[in-house]
């Protein structure tokens, strides 16, 4: 089986005070904090697991630096990586991170199934739910399908979600079969964030 993984996405977070606002997030009972290219670990959260989604045409120049950095998940997109996607998985567990890869909305399923199959794969899928650039866009339910078509194939693999959820959204992609939730606006504009993020784990364990 599977297991939620909320994942607060810093992008939304107070840049300023990066450290304190991924404390205030894993005070609230977030799993994962969602790191889009720059990592962070630091005295208040150096247990933290930093969710690295790479939105980067060359990922691979990043696997060493965010090695280093304490990145513990390392998603490249499928769309940039096309020829050296093996060589990336490789590198990117000899650096003891957990490979994932992510696709666009125009990008099919289908272009995820050999890093799914492949005897060295990755660890998760993210399926994208808003095109990648910023928080807040609306979420794209026809995405769902995606997940649907993974979750029954791989029963067990980590399927994260990304763009647009909130407690509005969260039941349609938790019922579709998507584990790990990613969440900037929602979760960082909330006036009560623990509220959101329990609610968000509830609906992936119904
Ligand atoms: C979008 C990023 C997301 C973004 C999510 O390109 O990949 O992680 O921060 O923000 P919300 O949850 O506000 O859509
Ligand atoms: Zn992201």
Redesign the pocket.
């Known amino acids: 089986g599977v297991t939620p993984k909320i994942a607060p996405?810093?992008?939304?977070s107070d840049f300023a005070n990066l450290a304190s606002e991924a404390k205030r997030m894993l005070d609230f009972g977030a799993d994962w904090l969602?790191m889009?290219i720059m990592a962070l670990r630091s005295e208040p959260n150096h247990w933290a697991y930093l969710d690295c989604?790479l939105?980067v045409t060359n990922p691979i120049d990043y696997v060493e630096p965010l090695g280093k950095a304490g990145a513990s998940g390392f998603t490249f997109h499928v769309e940039v990586s096309k020829e050296n996607w093996q060589e990336l998985i490789q590198k990117i567990k000899l650096k003891g991170m957990r490979p994932g890869v992510?696709l666009k909305p125009g990008t099919p399923i289908e272009e995820v199934y050999p890093l799914i199959n492949s005897k060295n794969p990755v660890e998760m899928v993210l399926v994208?739910?808003?095109?990648?650039?910023?928080?807040?866009?609306k979420?794209m339910p026809e995405m769902m399908d995606k997940v649907r078509v993974l979750r029954n194939k791989y029963p067990s693999l980590d399927i994260e979600v990304?763009?647009?959820?909130?407690p509005s959204t969260i039941d349609v992609a938790a019922s579709a079969g998507a584990n790990c939730i990613?969440?900037?606006?929602?979760?960082?504009?909330a006036p009560e964030p623990a509220a959101v993020i329990s609610l968000m784990r509830k609906s992936v364990l119904e």
Request: no cysteine.
């Open positions: 996405s810093m992008l939304s969602h889009d989604h939105m992510a994208m739910t808003v095109e990648p650039g910023f928080g807040g866009q979420f990304d763009g647009g959820l909130g990613v969440a900037g606006s929602s979760v960082f504009g």
